[in-house]
């Protein structure tokens, strides 16, 4: 099928060019870096700016109101969708769940070939760590590139959809998974990886050959151990760093997200993540500041030397990371020009950073923080607020674990010199009271972050989130608009003085850029969480975004996101296009659902064995099923399941896998004591809530 597929969009695509329109551009380093091109999307962030912002105004703030579906395409498929599509020569690609990656007809649509790297079969046990889902891909002379949650780097044709290349990025052994889009240039194409929390983890960054798939460079980002000698000087340099035994527990920093090339300086730019355990008193016993973790790393694009870092979390124990996108700007400050790269992680500061060495320029909190109490400009350190590191075993601080800003995509509008942050105000409590500090080991393939799990639902009023317009000259809020829930997705801006942001509440908006004023809103009748991008074909402007609820907060925090009604299947996915004066109907959503618990008398849950399962259902099925068993929609709601009320139907899911295929993982290494104790902790739930 899809050779036969792959033929015809070969021959439409060289039809195309026959038929005399605009000849195939080929994406190089060049193309990438050109920020004047308006019709196309070429990279994760447009250009290697990665500002997501467009010059094209045909859609603008007076005429927005006339925005209409232009065309769509159903994904019946897929569930979790956040991903960047992109556009090139009027052919859109984008990846959906599992990272099946399709190119569409940017005009209309229409299918033109379909890739499916069959992830769940690849995936083995990995599968019970990851999510179905991809942040992007990468296009770059005449291939697409792929990483796959189970951690293959695909190379594909991007005329027939046809596979090239594939490499292995991650060791068997270690419980990592890919959820980040790879960054094409200088004919390397580069990836990371997440997963600190499931096992001993020490982040790496990879190069590829783009041509072959042959690896280039590897860069750690945190030291291993001495007696195994280090990889580089920056390695040595980053052991000072450390105390105890740190290289037992892997040490953590993973780079899944935020990577960016700079052309100016040749050098790729990517932000590190939280520690592995997440608690320094475990990793790091006698402190340190951990390098590389949460920092802002500069490496020799071509070599993949260490030149320049910044660590916005010295001594990280908060699940803070500097993951978050980093976005390369020309700004004037205080009248002198400056290449910067701006950054806002989890930790609730916005960064101006020299790009040339790593200087810090400015700091200031964009949202709620309580952790620290500034950046000491002399030092370019935080100054922490005393007891924040749960030093006496318990504290609540902002940010929490989720950051005041995620990955969702902020963008950079040159006009009005301001950055669209989506930001969450959301307090996380930290505790290690219950954690045995001095025995504690790395879990392996199950979650341990060393600070007590989370056991309770979130609920639905625990945070709040908004959109803010941040001028990162004067280092201030410009304009803020309030956002429901915490969980909205990332932004796009144009020079039509737009900002379009999808919501957790199904709807996507277009503020004013310069003053923040709602100028437009479209129900789309599910939870967004993918950014929309634009371009053009011809001479009309598209609109265009994946609609389909995702990420780690529906998966993790219950009520907070099950609020907004996204149950798992229960709404349709899709793929959205607007343009001005689109008249395409799109068909109803169905409405908001809220599983309800099932109640029955068939099964009493034993609180003795409730309690053991309680311990196991935290470890193991929290991930994706929520806390307390509430679901947030990206995995069934397991109080409403009538599978729970049957042993052996029970087992047969969890151990043998029976919907292995659907994206249930199988769990053989429980025993079906340790399995029986999950039915009674979840069915005792059930009767809780009654
Ligand atoms: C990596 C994510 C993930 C993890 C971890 C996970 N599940 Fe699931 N689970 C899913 C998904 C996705 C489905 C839906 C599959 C489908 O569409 O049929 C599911 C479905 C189920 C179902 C079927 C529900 C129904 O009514 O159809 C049960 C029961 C279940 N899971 C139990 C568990 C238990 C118990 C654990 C922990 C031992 C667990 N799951 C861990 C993702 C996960």
Not at 471 to 482: I, K, S, Y
Request: include cysteine; hydrophobic fraction near 40%.
């Amino acid at each position: 099928m899809r050779t036969a597929s792959a033929f015809l969009a070969a021959l439409c695509l060289s039809l195309i060019s026959c038929a005399g329109e605009a000849p195939q551009r080929v994406v190089d380093d060049t193309a990438l870096a050109d920020v004047s091109q308006g019709d196309v999307w070429l990279g994760f962030g447009r250009t290697y700016d990665e500002q997501r912002y467009s010059p094209l105004a045909q859609v603008n703030d007076g005429n927005v109101g006339d925005l209409g579906v232009a065309w769509y395409m159903d994904l019946p498929e897929d569930r979790s969708l956040y991903g960047t599509p992109l556009v090139a020569d009027g052919v859109m690609y984008f990846e959906g769940s599992y990272n099946v990656l399709r190119a569409v007809d940017a005009s209309s649509g229409e299918l033109l070939w379909e890739y499916d790297p069959q992830v769940i079969e690849h995936a083995g046990d990995r599968l019970r760590i990851m999510w179905d889902v991809s942040r992007g891909i990468a296009l770059y002379k005449g291939k697409v590139y792929v990483a796959t949650v189970d951690g293959r780097l695909i190379a594909v044709d991007a005329r027939t959809g046809t596979e090239v290349w594939s490499v292995m990025t991650l060791d068997p052994e270690l419980p990592l998974f890919v959820t980040g889009a790879p960054k094409a240039f200088r004919g390397l194409v580069v990836i990371g990886n997440g997963g600190t929390e499931l096992g001993a983890i020490r982040g790496y960054l990879d190069a590829y050959d783009a041509e072959t798939g042959e690896r280039v460079w590897r860069w750690y980002t945190v030291p291993g151990n001495p007696a195994d000698g280090f990889e580089n000087e920056a390695m040595a340099m980053a052991a000072e760093t450390w105390t105890g035994e740190w290289w037992k527990y892997g040490g953590g920093g993973t780079v899944w997200h935020g990577i960016t090339y700079d052309p100016e300086f040749d050098q790729v730019i990517f932000g590190t993540g939280n520690g592995s355990p997440w608690n320094q008193k475990i990793r790091s016993p006698g402190g340190g500041d951990n390098l590389f973790l949460c920092s802002v790393v500069a490496l020799d694009a071509r070599t993949g030397e260490y030149r320049w870092h910044y660590q916005t979390v010295p001594g990280e124990t908060w699940d803070y990371n500097s993951n978050m996108d980093i976005v390369l700007a020309d700004l004037t400050i205080d009248g002198r020009a400056v290449k910067a790269a701006l950054h806002a992680p989890k930790n609730g500061f916005f960064y101006v950073i020299d790009r040339r060495d790593g200087r810090l320029i400015s700091a200031e909190p964009f949202a709620r923080v309580t952790w620290a109490t500034g950046i000491d400009m002399e030092t370019g350190r935080p100054i922490e607020a005393e007891g924040a590191r749960y030093e006496d075993g318990e504290e609540v601080v902002w940010p929490s674990a989720v950051g005041a800003h995620s990955w969702h995509a902020m963008s950079y509008n040159p006009g009005t010199g301001l950055v669209y942050i989506p930001a969450i105000d959301f307090a996380g409590g930290f505790s290690d009271r219950t954690v045995d500090l001095g025995s504690w080991q790395s879990p392996r393939w199950r979650f341990d972050a060393g600070v007590d799990p989370l056991i309770t639902d979130v609920p639905a009023d625990a945070g709040s989130s908004t959109l803010k317009a941040w001028d990162p000259v004067g280092q201030r809020l410009v304009w803020e608009a309030p956002k429901p829930g915490i969980w909205n997705a990332g932004t796009l801006t144009t020079a039509g003085n737009l900002v379009f942001q999808g919501q957790a509440d199904g709807r996507l908006l277009a503020h004013r850029a310069d003053d923040g004023q709602v100028v437009w809103g479209f129900d789309l009748g599910l939870g967004i969480s993918a950014p929309p991008i634009t371009y053009a074909v011809g001479e009309r402007q598209y609109i265009a975004l994946l609609v389909g609820w995702a990420g780690s907060a529906p998966a993790l925090l219950g009520s907070a996101t099950a609020q907004h009604g996204w149950a798992y299947k229960a709404q349709p996915r899709r793929l959205v296009a607007f343009a001005l004066n689109g008249e395409v109907e799109l068909p109803a959503s169905s409405p908001p659902a809220f599983p309800e618990p099932l109640v029955s008398d068939e099964f009493v849950a034993d609180p003795a064995l409730a309690r053991a399962g309680e311990e196991t259902y935290v470890r193991v099925c929290w991930l994706c099923h929520g806390p307390a068993a509430v679901s947030g929609g990206t995995a069934p709601d397991l109080r409403a399941s009538p599978i729970l009320l049957s042993r052996t139907a029970f087992l047969n899911v969890v151990l043998n896998g029976s919907l292995r295929g659907n994206g249930m993982p199988r769990f053989p290494d429980l025993s079906e004591s340790e399995v029986e104790g999950i039915r009674h902790y979840v069915r005792s739930l059930v009767a809780d809530s009654e």
